[in-house]
């Protein structure tokens, strides 16, 4: 069972014949999509397939793309990028406070920073922190914003394995905790797996699957039920797996 | 089965004895600097030059010994115009650099900062950097007389266009992903300016001002030695004329010091200022 199905009844998100095309070659053709509020939604596809292109029109940020079609997101988009994007002059608070104000934002970036387990960091360089730690602040300055959606486009991609494992139950929590709906773009399909309710499959400009995994959390990757998911998501990603 | 056999006829390390001992690579590093080692150069050249001159090996009239050159300043402090003569030069340097400075951060801020901006200054001042300033000394003169003005105005061109164009080019090569994370964190026009692309500017703004103090140096030494009637070049210029090898030295000597003390505190502050740069290579 999907949790907290009556929220997913308001339509946080919406897409209603999005294009994007970039000196002429469509990128995005015509994509109608719904992703409804507070639900965790994994986007697959290849390499170029329009996965960043389609994050960013949905954050805003594709000054000067040309493409057509209605966009609705929520006031409060938060974003989480490939890279950490600290500003490497400002202490990790002070990044984790970029572009927040009142009297209780430092409160706030304190109890961010903590809840992303880099608390007693807040006064450190970003230059002195691994790249998971890094990527912890960013996450902590995505979530001081208490967005009600949050865009990641491939955020555990410069990661080490190990580290991803540990982001990606990080993730989810902060997920239970605050109730952003989330539109995580991945190309790793166990990644969208294990973290995601839906997952959603980029092909040549269109949703080419859209996929519910009805499977309660935490996941682990070797569980079978779960390989069939993959299975259809490799499959509508055209990739078939030898088994001999 | 098989495994078994594999792990016993794959037998580890021969039965040699000790294993070999890791031996550390040799270092290609240079090394642990060693304790005021820029200093070890300079005293070396002072230490052959007293050597020298006390061997009688050294002209006098040419190279006088260091003890001389040091006797001479002594006197010209206590009893000739050299404290005159200091202060003159430092007054016409620092009015030129900080003329200099605030009109080179001025405009890259104009010009960084706005299209429009831009489109006025940024090619009139590589117009201006494609003439090379000490060739305008003539046409200053004729316009502003040979007074201090002229000097001044020298200065601060020589100073604000390397300052100018380092900081121009640090704002206009903002990282656009760092633009993109000001717009996703709705930051003002304002706080962008103040909190992202000013920052970000700084380590270009103090290649500039490096430039910029060696320029004001380099105009005041040669503005000095054209045309003065007071300050060390003017000095210096006498000092020629008389065949006082030690008063030019003299002069030599302070203007070593004025640029290695001006260096040594731009640098201090650079490091103050860009004290987050230090971590970024751990
Ligand atoms: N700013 C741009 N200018 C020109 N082409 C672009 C630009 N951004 C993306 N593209 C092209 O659009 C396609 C989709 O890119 P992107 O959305 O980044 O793919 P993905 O994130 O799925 O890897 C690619 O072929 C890419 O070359
Ligand atoms: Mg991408």
Redesign the pocket.
Same mark, same amino acid.
């Given at each position: 069972m999907a949790p907290h199905t009556e929220q997913l009844t308001r339509p946080a998100v919406r897409l209603q014949g999005l294009t994007r095309s970039?000196?002429g070659r469509t990128?995005l053709d015509g994509i109608d999509l719904d992703l409804p509020a507070g639900q965790f939604t994994a986007l697959l &596809?290849h +390499? &170029? +397939? &329009?996965? +960043?292109?389609l994050l960013r029109a949905v954050a805003g940020l594709d000054h000067g793309v040309a493409g057509t079609g209605q966009l609705t997101a929520p006031e409060r988009v938060s974003v989480v990028f490939q890279d950490s994007r600290l500003l490497p002059w400002r202490r990790v608070l002070d990044n984790v406070l970029l572009g927040l104000d009142g009297k209780d934002a430092v409160e706030r970036g304190r109890a961010a920073l903590a809840e992303v387990g880099l608390k007693g960091r807040e006064r450190a360089w970003p230059g002195q922190l691994s790249g998971g730690e890094a990527q912890r602040a960013a996450l902590a300055r995505s979530l001081v914003r208490e967005p009600e959606l949050l865009l990641a486009d491939e955020p555990f991609g410069a990661l080490d394995a190990l580290t991803r494992i540990k982001m990606h139950s990080l993730l989810r929590d902060l997920w239970k905790r605050h109730r952003p709906s989330v539109l995580l773009v991945t190309h790793d399909v166990d990644e969208a797996i294990v973290l995601a309710d839906r997952v959603l499959v980029l092909e040549r400009g269109r949703i080419g699957l859209d996929l519910t995994i009805d499977h309660p959390h935490p996941r682990s990757y070797r569980e079978p039920v779960l390989g069939e998911y993959r299975e259809r998501l490799l499959a509508a990603l055209g990739v078939t797996e030898d088994h001999a | 089965m098989t495994a078994v056999t594999t792990t016993t006829t794959a037998a580890p390390a021969p039965v040699t004895g000790e294993l070999p001992q890791v031996r550390r690579r040799r270092r290609l590093s240079p090394g642990r600097r060693l304790p005021a080692a820029r200093l070890a150069g300079p005293l070396l050249v002072v230490a052959l030059w007293a050597a020298a001159s006390a061997a009688g090996r050294l002209d006098p009239g040419a190279v006088p010994a260091p003890w001389t050159v040091l006797k001479t300043a002594a006197h010209l402090w206590t009893e000739g115009t050299l404290p005159g003569d200091v202060l003159t030069s430092l007054q016409r340097a620092a009015y030129g650099f900080a003329i200099g400075l605030t009109a080179g951060i001025t405009l890259a801020l104009a010009s960084g900062l706005s299209r429009a901006g831009e489109a006025l200054i940024d090619g009139t001042v590589q117009l201006n950097r494609a003439i090379p300033t000490l060739g305008l000394i003539p046409l200053f003169i004729l316009w502003l007389g040979i007074g201090e003005t002229f000097k001044i105005a020298i200065i601060a061109i020589v100073v604000y266009i390397p300052i100018y164009l380092n900081t121009h080019a640090a704002l206009s090569g903002i990282d656009s992903r760092y633009v993109e994370l000001a717009e996703v964190q709705g930051l003002s026009r304002f706080a962008f300016v103040r909190q992202v692309v000013i920052p970000g500017a700084l380590p270009g703004f103090f290649v500039g001002l490096r430039l910029g103090v060696t320029g004001s140096w380099l105009g005041l030494v040669v503005l000095e030695q054209i045309n003065a009637t007071s300050g060390l070049g003017y000095l210096m210029f006498q000092a020629q004329n008389y065949g006082q090898s030690d008063v030019i030295l003299v002069g030599l000597l302070i203007y070593g010091v004025f640029g290695l003390v001006s260096d040594s505190v731009v640098r201090l502050i650079e490091r103050r200022v860009l004290s987050w740069r230090r971590t970024l290579s751990s």
């Open positions: 970039f000196d990128v &596809g +390499s &170029g +397939s &329009g996965k +960043s292109t | -």
